[in-house]
């Protein structure tokens, strides 16, 4: 048996790509409490599958479509005061993949692999995905470079930081679409289910050893890393789906830290 077989080389290079896009946006996820805002858009990713097979266009283009629509919805329909957030993110999470799953069952010629979506398939990841992954890793570092400080009052006191001149909405908009390219791209690695796990869990457990907020991101990315290189390893050697496998490593890293008391 090869160490390194050549087959698993776009799934290392796409998915330690995907731990260091989703670590930085994770910590905000988990200080701002949004973690169902992740789970909305990563169910909307299966609705882009199901127009991309419609439309017999390219999938990774299509579902990246569709979840950059459902965020900036999200966040035009978050400032009508008739809905709470967490009731207009269930009806869209609910709605988007029942209209998902609805149009790919009126595609009767259409063979579709629908457990490779729900947990990931590392070997369906192409050259155009590790570019993607790579753009919008630029896009971040300059996201974070000019709006850190930014993020950082806006997580603390939204009010206070639009009187001292941060453009709240225009920040929070840019923050929630990078946020919906990172689901739609790692649905490929971990699968619509456990996107939103990737994304919150190495935050989580970064934060059992952070007293700041840079180091938290730092640890995030570190144990993000981690998990997918623990997770590839023990998917290869012990013939264990992927996705689950990365997230069942990252889940492990939280619970042995969940003890330790925060710095």
Known sequence: MEWFPSFMLFALIGGLGLALIAAPLGVFVVWQRQSYFGATLAHSALLGVSIGLFLETNLTLTVVSVSLLIAWAIFHLGHYKQLSSDTLLGILAHSSLAFGLIIISLQENVQIDLMSYLFGDVLSITETDLFLIAMIGLLIAIFYRLHWSDLLNITLNPELAQVEGVAVKRVQLQFILLLALMIA??????????????????????????????????ISMLLATLSVLLGLTLSYFADLPTGPAIVLIATVFFLLLLTKKAP
């Open 185 to 218: 791209l790692s649905m490929k690695i971990v699968g619509v289910l456990l996107v939103t796990s990737l994304l919150i869990i190495p935050a989580a457990a970064a934060r059992r050893l952070s007293n700041s907020p840079e180091k938290m991101l730092w």
